[in-house]
């Protein structure tokens, strides 16, 4: 009927379709403005970049194709980007950024639904991918307050992200980097799990390259090893140290991280080596190298997992017959280990357990403390580590400046608040609650993968609480990889059958439903940003923040220090300040300037300075209610005589200055 307000049902279909619109055209634009970054980066050789695109053109072309490239070139992406000329520690996320852009731009082109159905996995996947956007943006918004206006900040974090993203590390993108981990963990899962479903046979293929690829990275361990006897004078001790102090790895520079990755894999190859109709022999040559590669990363979790995991196993009937020697092995491996750290002095934290639990309990209670000091929202995407600072313990300080929290989940939980580590832990659990109900299938050997994949990343997450290994970019594509190939294989199993029963008992009013409630979501998302930054930004030290003023210089008569202001420029006093004191005198040979003064954006005064001899410009704050931690004083510089100008802000001339030697307030 004319004139009333759209229906409920109406108004929820247009927010979806909003919001699908925003997310088709936001995520490739964010995969095409960090992916071209690679170009503007002079030390890459041409044909590097001839062949970064070739990956894109592949993945546009045959994305099938192209993800088995990313699993078979991302994990060794440090040391291919040492020969290739590029940057070893962006290597791995170049790879994949050349992948994410390719397809997605085959998705947009073809305009494919497939990647976008609704369902459980589909949607916590975007839902978190949302919050860590929402996150991300709650973060630059506080930072700017600290960095320059917000122009001038947008300006440069633009043209960081353009010419930077794939450049060397830059603290100035850490934010960026580890939300770009994180959301491209996501669509590398979507990817996988949606190309599985037009070619079937997609998944173990990807499994078998995931499994040469980490192969490959261990024999680089062992050569490295070989290298290092070799140089070694005395190469037998250099022996006995790989089994009692040395750490090292070559993929990664995290050993942990690299145990981690090796873990996952030695498990997830039971699955593949039992199911193997034939060659098995030639996939079980894959434990020869990664077996001695684990050991070296000295990482206690991933022993621990590769011990203790496999042995859920035994409910599968096939799991249960090869089981034998694992088992011996494994109690021999233990057996080992508990000898070795009894027997050798306790020089380095690997070889002594309780050191490394009481630090790993010391990093909780520290997680902890930062939890509480923003217990909704979290403190931030990439924020944990520089928060870190003021909440070490003393146990821990004594080792590190900053740190991340050594355990995966306590790091999503306290950077992306409950809700995020709620996300993170539903896309684990639907994962794993589709592989469970594929191994009802009575297709014993595929079943037999499914399980030792499941088992692997069981194995994986086990180390997560021990480490951080989803910062670290190879391991992080070989953990979403791995997902997203043993939930492609579980849809498989499942079959057909499954899904006309799924459409039969409602399924499309389901996807309604879920797209609705994710559309919610984003919505509650967008709204909260504003909110969210405004809290960041009452916790956030604005004592020594400048903006427009140059750096330090001497006056070439006196040696007096000063800093030139203008024409626009921004100093942050106490909210306790009453009378606020600038120091200011005009540029020597230069004419005289009017200074205008705002206070949190309304004129209070304005003063003319007309030569190079110091005064103190002296201002009454006026009173603000509530009072804030800091209020803003803009100063904007004017020719002598200019008319009076409204209020709203500063707007000076180009080019016009005034010399500021101190800004001081009362009460101090």
């Given at each position: 009927m004319a004139g009333r307000?759209?229906?409920?049902?109406?108004?929820?279909?247009?927010?979806s379709r909003v919001v699908a619109g925003c997310a088709r055209t936001l995520v490739p634009a964010g995969c095409i403005l960090a992916w071209q970054s690679l170009f503007w980066i002079g030390e890459i050789p041409a044909w590097t970049k001839v062949g970064y695109v070739g990956l894109t053109l592949l993945s546009a072309a045959r994305p099938a194709d192209g993800l088995l490239a990313v699993a078979g070139l991302a994990i060794l992406g440090g040391p291919l980007a040492g020969l290739t000329g590029a940057i070893p520690n962006r290597g791995p996320e170049s790879i994949v950024l050349a992948f994410?852009?390719?397809?997605?731009?085959?998705?947009?082109?073809?305009r494919e639904r497939n990647v976008e159905r609704p369902e459980g996995l589909s949607t916590l996947t975007m839902a978190f991918g949302a919050l860590v956007v929402a996150s991300l943006l709650v973060t630059e918004v506080v930072r700017q307050r600290s960095w320059g206006p917000p122009l001038g900040y947008g300006a440069f974090l633009f043209h960081e992200l353009v010419r930077h993203y794939l450049d060397v590390v830059r603290p100035s993108l850490s934010a960026f980097y580890e939300s770009g981990l994180l959301l491209e963990g996501g669509l590398l899962l979507m990817a996988a799990v949606a190309l599985s479903r037009r070619a079937p046979d997609l998944p173990m293929r990807l499994l078998r390259m995931l499994v040469v690829s980490t192969a490959a990275a261990a024999v680089l361990s062992c050569v490295r090893l070989a290298m290092g006897m070799l140089r070694n004078v005395d190469p037998m001790s250099l022996v006995w140290r790989t089994f009692t102090e040395l750490r090292l790895t070559f993929h990664v520079s995290d050993v942990n991280a690299a145990g981690s990755h090796f873990a996952m894999v030695i498990v997830a190859l039971v699955?593949?080596?039992?199911?193997?109709?034939?060659?098995?022999?030639?996939?079980?040559?894959?434990?020869?190298?990664?077996?001695?590669?684990?050991?070296?990363?000295?990482?206690?979790?991933?022993?621990?997992?590769?011990?203790?995991?496999?042995?859920?196993?035994?409910?599968?009937?096939?799991?249960?017959?090869?089981?034998?020697?694992?088992?011996?092995?494994?109690?021999?491996v233990l057996l080992f280990w508990l000898w070795s750290t009894r027997a050798?002095?306790?020089?380095?934290?690997?070889?002594?357990?309780?050191?490394?639990?009481?630090?790993?309990?010391?990093f909780l209670q520290m997680s902890w403390r930062i939890w509480q000091e923003a217990p909704v929202f979290g403190v931030g995407i990439g924020q944990y580590q520089p928060t870190s600072e003021r909440f070490m313990p003393p146990?821990?300080?004594?080792?590190?400046?900053?740190?991340?929290?050594?355990?995966?989940?306590?790091?999503?939980?306290?950077?992306?608040?409950?809700?995020?580590?709620?996300?993170?832990?539903?896309?684990?659990?639907?994962?794993?609650?589709?592989?469970?109900?594929?191994?009802?299938?009575?297709?014993e050997g595929d079943t037999v993968v499914v399980l030792g994949t499941a088992l692997g990343l069981a194995a994986f997450l086990l180390t997560c609480l021990t480490g951080h290994p989803l910062l670290v970019a190879p391991v992080s594509v070989a953990f979403w990889l791995t997902t997203g190939a043993g939930v492609a294989i579980a849809e498989v199993l499942r079959g057909s059958d499954a899904d006309r029963a799924g459409a039969r008992n409602g399924a499309a009013e389901k996807a309604r439903y879920l797209g609705e409630a994710l559309s919610i979501f984003v919505l509650l998302l967008a709204v909260s940003v504003?909110?969210?930054?405004?809290?960041?930004?009452?916790?956030?030290?604005?004592?020594?923040?400048?903006?427009?003023?140059?750096?330090?210089?001497?006056?070439?008569?006196?040696?007096?220090?000063?800093?030139?202001?203008?024409?626009?420029?921004?100093?942050f006093v106490p909210g306790a300040a009453r009378v606020v004191t600038l120091a200011v005198a005009a540029e020597r040979d230069a004419p005289g300037v009017e200074l205008a003064l705002w206070v949190d954006g309304r004129l209070a005064n304005r003063v003319m300075v007309r030569d190079a001899t110091w005064r103190d410009v002296s201002l009454l704050m006026p009173t603000a209610k509530p009072s804030p931690r800091f209020r803003r004083l803009d100063i904007g510089v004017f020719p002598l005589g200019t008319p009076s100008r409204p209020e709203g802000g500063p707007v000076g001339e180009p080019s016009l200055s005034v010399r500021v030697r101190s800004v001081s307030f009362y009460p101090p």
């Open positions: 307000w759209p229906s409920a049902d109406k108004a929820l279909d247009w927010l994410l852009t390719g397809w997605l731009a085959r998705v947009i082109w073809r699955g593949m080596v039992l199911s193997a109709r034939r060659l098995s022999w030639v996939w079980s040559l894959a434990w020869l190298p990664l077996l001695p590669a684990v050991w070296l990363t000295g990482s206690r979790a991933a022993v621990l997992a590769i011990l203790l995991v496999p042995v859920f196993g035994i409910f599968h009937r096939r799991w249960r017959r090869a089981f034998v020697f694992p088992v011996a092995a494994a109690c021999v050798v002095p306790n020089e380095i934290d690997r070889i002594n357990p309780a050191t490394g639990v009481s630090h790993r309990l010391l146990d821990l300080r004594a080792l590190y400046l900053t740190e991340n929290a050594h355990n995966n989940f306590a790091q999503i939980g306290v950077e992306l608040g409950p809700i995020g580590l709620m996300l993170f832990l539903g896309i684990l659990a639907t994962a794993f609650r589709r592989m469970w109900l594929a191994l009802r299938s009575p297709r504003p909110i969210r930054a405004a809290l960041g930004l009452r916790h956030v030290d604005l004592s020594g923040v400048r903006y427009g003023f140059e750096s330090a210089e001497r006056d070439r008569e006196t040696g007096e220090p000063f800093r030139l202001a203008g024409p626009r420029a921004t100093v």
